[in-house]
C-alpha cells in the first residue's frame, strides 16, 4: 500500500531544479578533508544568510507596487468626481519613484542571492547525460569544470562588474578624485544607480567563495585517490589563474597574450566562423552538465575576447547584467511566483476539485472534467507546472482508482491539464520571452488566452467523445459517493453557471474600468454587490424551498473554491490584458491578494509565508540569472555575426516559408526533450529569430514576434508530454507510485497528438493568437 501523501509536505516549485541539496547549509561530511570542512560550512552559512535576508526584500517590493496601484487609482476615482485637488492634498496619484525602487530591489533580489542558490542546488543544469553516470564521475566532471570555467568566468565577472559599479559612484582610479555619481537615465525621478549596481560584484563575489565549497564537495564525493591527484595541482592552479587574471586585466604588467601570439603566431578565423565554434562549445559543454549560467558566461568570455576585445567583452557583461536588474518588465517574475506559491498553501484547488467532481457526478468521465477545469484556473494562479501536475495527482488519482477509470486517459489528463501553466497567462515563460522577443509581455498575455482555452477545450472534447464511445473509460461515480441534491438539479446547475458567468463579465468589466464610470469604486462595489446576492438566493432557497426546489451543499463548497481565485485572477490579468496596469503592478497585487486569501482560509502561517518567500527567491535567481547569462553569451554571439551567416544559410535552402517554419519547430520540439524552456527561449530562440523575422508570413512584425512566440510555447507546452525525457511523468509517477510508467507514458502520448493538432491550428490560423490583442488595441 503506497504511503499516504500530503499536499503541503512536498516541494512541488522546482520542476527547473536539477540538483537541489538535501543537506543542511554548512553541514559537511565527516570524512571530508579536515581542512576544507571549516571553509566549506563559512561559505555555506554566508550564502545562507544573504538568501534568508534578500528573500524578505520581496515584502517591500510587493508593498510599494501595491501602493503604486492603489495611489494612482483612487487619483483616477477622485479626479473623476471633481476631487482632484483633494486627492493632490492626500498625496494621491501616480509616483515618481516606485517605478525606480521595484526594478532595482528585483535586481537585487536575483543578483545578491546567486551564491545562495548555487548552495542550495538550484541553478539549473541540464542533466539528461549527467545523470546517468556514476557519483564519482559526476564529481570529477564538476571539479574539472568548476577549475576550468567556472573559476575564470567568476573572477572575471567580480572584477569588472566592481569596476562598473565604482564608475556609477565617480570613481575614476585610485588616486585621484571622485566625480558625479551616474543617474540613471530612463527616469524622471533619476535616482542614483549604484545601490543597485553595487549588488552586482557583491553577487559575482558570492558566487567566486561558494565555487570552493562546491569544489570541496566534488573533491570528496570523488574519492581520496582522486582528490589527492587534484589536490596535488590545486596551488600550481590558483597561480595561474592569478597570472590570467593580471594579463587579461593589466597587460601592461603581464603581456601574456603577446607571447603567446608570438609563439603560435595569430590565428586568423572569421567572426562568424568563431561564433559557430562558441555555439558549438555551448551546446556541448551544456549536454556534459555542468550549469548552464556559469557555462555561457565562461564561453562568452572566451569567444568574446578571441573574436573581437576584451574590453568590449567586458562591457557586453556589465550592460547586459545591469539591463536584466533593471527590466521592470521581469520585475512580475518573482511576483507571480509568490502569487502561485501562496494560492498553492491556501489550499483551494483542493477544494474546486471536490467540488467540481462532485458537481459532475452523475456524467460519464466526471473526474475528467473536473481535473480539466480545475487546471485551467491553477494555470491562471501559477505557471508551475511541477505543481500543478502534482496537486493534480494527488487530488483526482485515488478517486479515479475507486471509480475504476482507465489509467491511460487519467493520466494523459492530469499531465496535459497540468502544462496549461506554461502557456496560459500569467505564464512565466512568456514574461521572459517578451524582452527576448522585444514585444511587451501584455501582448503576449493577450495572445495566449485563446490557444490556451482551445486546447483545455480540446482536451475535454477527447476525454468525453471517449467516455461516450467506451463508458467504461470514465464511469458515472457510485451512487453512495454522490452528493444529494434537489429534484431539479438541472436547474441548479443551470442558474448558478449562469451567475458565474453575470460575476466574471462584471469582474472583467471592473478591472476594465468601465463599472468605475458608473460611480467611485464601482469596478469593485458591484462585483460583491452580485457576490452578495448570489449568497442571499442561496440561503433563501435553502429556507424556503419553493416547490422543492433548493441549492445543494456542494455548491457552496463550489463557490468557495472558484470564486475567491476567479476574484483575483480576474483583476490582476484583466487589468493587464486591458492595459489598465503593467504585468509586475498586476502580479504585486495578485501576490497581496494571495496572502489575504490564504489570511480569510485560515492557512496562512508566518513560517509558511516565509517558506514561500524562500522557494520564491530559489525559483527567481533560476530563471533570471540565466537571463543575464543568456543575455551576455546572446550579445557576444551576435556581436561575432554568426546570426546573420545562419539566416543566410538557412535561407539559401530555397525552401518555403512553410518547410522552415516547420523545421525550426521540429528543432524546438527536439530539443525540448533534453532542455528546459529556459535555456531554449533565452539561446535559442534569439538565434532562429532572424529567419522568422526574414520570412515575416505575410504579417506586420510585432504580429509575427507575437505569433512565433505562442508557437514556441504551445511547441514546448508539447515536449512536456513528450516521452521519454517528459518530466510530467515523473511528478505523476512520484505521487501515484501505483501507476506504471508505461502507461503515463502512453496516456501522455494521446494528449501529445492533440496538442500538435493545437500546434497545426495556430500556425494555419494565426488569428486564433493575434485576434485578441488586435481587438484590444483597436484593429
Not at 9 to 30: H, Y
Not at 197 to 215: D, K, N, V
Request: charged share 15%; aromatic share 14%.
Amino acid at each position: 500500500m503506497a504511503e499516504e501523501i500530503e499536499i503541503g509536505e512536498l516541494d512541488i516549485t522546482d520542476e527547473l531544479i536539477a540538483e537541489r541539496r538535501a543537506e543542511e547549509p554548512g553541514q559537511t561530511p565527516e570524512d571530508m578533508t579536515p581542512w576544507q570542512r571549516p571553509i566549506t560550512a563559512t561559505i555555506d552559512l554566508i550564502n545562507l544568510w544573504a538568501g534568508r535576508i534578500l528573500c524578505l526584500a520581496l515584502v517591500p517590493l510587493i508593498f510599494v507596487m501595491v501602493f503604486e496601484v492603489v495611489s494612482r487609482s483612487l487619483f483616477g476615482v477622485l479626479a473623476a468626481n471633481d476631487m482632484a485637488d483633494t486627492a493632490r492634498a492626500w498625496g494621491l496619484g501616480p509616483t515618481l519613484w516606485v517605478y525606480d525602487i521595484s526594478r532595482m530591489i528585483g535586481g537585487v533580489l536575483f543578483m545578491g542571492a546567486a551564491g545562495y542558490a548555487l548552495m542550495r542546488g538550484v541553478h539549473i543544469r541540464a542533466d539528461f547525460i549527467y545523470r546517468n553516470w556514476s557519483l564519482k564521475t559526476q564529481a570529477t566532471v564538476d571539479a574539472t569544470l568548476y577549475l576550468l570555467f567556472y573559476f575564470p568566468a567568476m573572477l572575471f565577472f567580480f572584477w569588472t562588474s566592481l569596476e562598473y559599479a565604482l564608475d556609477s559612484m565617480g570613481f575614476k582610479g585610485w588616486g585621484e578624485e571622485w566625480g558625479r555619481w551616474e543617474e540613471a537615465s530612463d527616469s524622471t525621478w533619476a535616482p542614483y544607480l549604484w545601490p543597485a549596481r553595487i549588488f552586482m560584484p557583491i553577487g559575482a563575489f558570492l558566487l567566486f567563495l561558494q565555487g570552493f565549497a562546491e569544489l570541496f564537495r566534488a573533491f570528496h564525493q570523488m574519492g581520496k585517490e582522486r582528490e589527492a591527484k587534484y589536490l596535488k595541482f590545486f596551488l600550481f592552479y590558483l597561480v595561474g589563474l592569478a597570472i590570467v587574471f593580471v594579463s587579461v586585466f593589466y597587460p601592461d604588467v603581464l603581456p601574456l597574450g603577446d607571447w603567446l601570439t608570438g609563439i603560435f603566431g595569430e590565428i586568423t578565423v572569421s567572426k562568424p566562423v568563431i561564433g559557430m565554434w562558441m555555439l558549438g562549445a555551448m551546446l556541448f559543454s551544456i549536454f556534459v552538465g555542468f550549469p548552464i549560467s556559469f557555462t555561457l558566461i565562461f564561453l562568452a568570455f572566451v569567444f568574446g575576447t578571441w573574436g573581437g576585445s576584451s574590453n568590449l567583452t567586458f562591457f557586453l557583461l556589465t550592460l547586459q547584467t545591469n539591463s536584466t536588474m533593471l527590466d521592470d518588465q521581469l520585475v512580475a517574475v518573482p511576483l507571480f511566483i509568490f502569487m502561485g506559491i501562496m494560492m498553492e498553501q491556501a489550499g483551494l484547488m483542493e477544494r474546486l476539485f471536490n467540488a467540481v467532481q462532485m458537481m459532475m457526478s452523475r456524467t460519464r468521465g466526471a473526474l475528467f472534467i473536473a481535473v480539466l477545469f480545475v487546471s485551467m484556473i491553477f494555470a491562471a494562479a501559477t505557471g508551475i507546472v511541477g505543481a500543478s501536475v502534482t496537486i493534480l495527482g494527488i487530488m483526482a488519482a485515488k478517486t479515479m482508482n475507486r471509480s475504476n477509470y482507465d489509467v491511460r486517459l487519467s493520466a494523459g489528463a492530469i499531465t496535459a491539464g497540468g502544462t496549461l501553466g506554461i502557456l496560459i497567462p500569467p505564464s512565466i515563460m512568456l514574461i521572459v520571452m517578451g524582452p527576448v522577443l522585444e514585444v511587451p509581455v501584455t501582448d503576449l498575455f493577450r495572445a495566449a488566452v485563446f490557444p490556451g482555452v482551445m486546447l483545455a477545450c480540446l482536451y475535454m472534447i477527447y476525454t468525453i467523445g471517449r467516455c461516450m464511445i467506451n463508458p467504461d473509460l470514465g464511469p458515472v461515480l457510485p451512487e453512495d459517493e454522490q452528493p444529494e441534491t434537489s429534484p431539479f438539479y438541472i436547474l441548479e446547475v443551470a442558474l448558478v453557471m449562469g451567475a458565474l458567468v453575470v460575476f466574471i463579465w462584471l469582474c472583467t468589466m471592473g478591472a476594465a474600468g468601465t463599472l468605475g464610470e458608473l460611480f467611485p469604486f464601482g469596478g469593485l462595489v458591484i462585483p460583491l454587490a452580485w457576490i452578495g446576492f448570489m449568497f442571499a438566493a442561496f440561503a433563501w432557497t435553502r429556507k424556503v424551498k419553493p416547490k422543492g426546489f433548493y441549492f445543494s451543499d456542494l455548491w457552496y463548497e463550489f463557490f468557495m473554491g472558484l470564486v475567491p481565485p476567479t476574484v483575483l485572477i480576474a483583476f490582476a490579468l484583466g487589468s493587464i490584458l486591458m492595459g489598465f496596469a503593467t504585468p509586475a503592478e498586476a502580479a504585486a497585487c495578485g501576490a497581496f491578494g494571495s496572502i489575504l486569501l490564504s489570511v480569510a482560509y485560515g492557512k496562512f502561517k508566518i513560517t509558511g509565508g516565509y517558506d514561500a518567500l524562500i522557494k520564491t527567491l530559489e525559483i527567481t535567481v533560476l530563471i533570471m540569472f540565466l537571463v543575464a547569462a543568456s543575455n551576455f553569451f546572446g550579445a557576444v554571439f551576435s556581436n561575432l555575426g554568426t546570426p546573420k551567416m545562419l539566416t543566410e544559410l538557412l535561407l539559401s535552402f530555397d525552401l518555403s516559408a512553410g518547410w522552415t517554419l516547420f523545421l525550426i519547430m521540429a528543432l524546438i520540439f527536439l530539443l525540448g526533450w533534453p532542455l528546459e524552456w529556459v535555456p531554449i527561449v533565452l539561446i535559442i530562440v534569439p538565434i532562429l529569430l532572424p529567419v522568422v523575422e526574414t520570412l515575416n508570413f505575410g504579417l506586420e512584425r510585432t504580429d509575427l514576434l507575437v505569433w512565433f512566440a505562442i508557437l514556441v510555447a504551445v511547441n514546448l507546452q508539447t515536449a512536456w508530454l513528450s516521452p521519454p525525457v517528459a518530466l510530467s511523468a515523473y511528478f505523476l509517477k512520484g505521487v501515484v507510485p501505483e501507476w506504471d510508467l508505461k502507461d503515463i507514458y502512453l496516456g501522455m502520448m494521446q494528449f501529445m497528438v492533440i496538442q500538435l493538432i493545437g500546434l497545426l491550428l495556430i500556425v494555419s490560423f494565426p488569428q486564433i493568437a493575434l485576434w485578441l490583442p488586435n481587438f484590444i488595441y483597436g484593429n
